[in-house]
């Protein structure tokens, strides 16, 4: 994606606590020659620091894009709302002379990918995925006997080492803090689907700087 100057992340803290965030995303194996990519939608765990953790059904077929090439992505993203014609008018100019926009904060974690068949280690996958998910308890211990030991050979872990991160967080950067304290005014009016997600970055990077 095209990242300009002014929506980079601030710092590796920025894009580590919007990961730490989200815990949905898209893993992306391009393996080698192929048409397009296999792109798997799924739940992962990052440490907050540089692995990411999943596991997936033996079925899949992105199995075959990793064992062809062990480099994958993960792909996360939210906050996305649309900035229309009048908001993002400058001061005197029509409104229907604005250019829209979009405001949005995406990572891509890029990832050396290691495959996890040990049943013992595919066990820890989901006893870290268990505990992230469902804290509150309420499940049986994940260990060799039922209910869970029997399904472990059904599926396989990924680990995911982050060598390079591609963090976008476009909120405006390139307009003066007046502009955008004039839309945060307006997406807490409106209030819609991720609207106050937006205006929180907004506003954070604006106190920034």
Known sequence: MLIRRHDAALDDQEWRSFLGAHDFGELIAA???????VVVPAHFVFDGEHTIHLHLAKE???WEAIAERAVAMMSTFDAYT???TGWNAPVATPPEAGVPT????????????S???DPDAVAGILRKQLGHFQPEGGHAPVTGSPPYGPLLSAIRGIEMR???VRAKFKFGGNRTSEHRQRIAERLAER???????????????????
């Open 82 to 84: 649309y900035i229309p």
């Open 115 to 117: 495959v996890v068949d």
């Open 31 to 37: 393996g080698r020659d192929r048409p397009v990519p």
């Open 102 to 113: 979009s405001y949005y904060a995406a990572v891509q974690a890029i990832c050396d990918v």
């Open 60 to 62: 899949n077929p992105v």
């Open 191 to 209: 209030a819609g689907p991720l609207d106050l997600e937006a205006r929180d970055h907004l506003l954070r990077r604006l106190e920034r700087g």
């Open 162 to 164: 982050i060598v390079d």
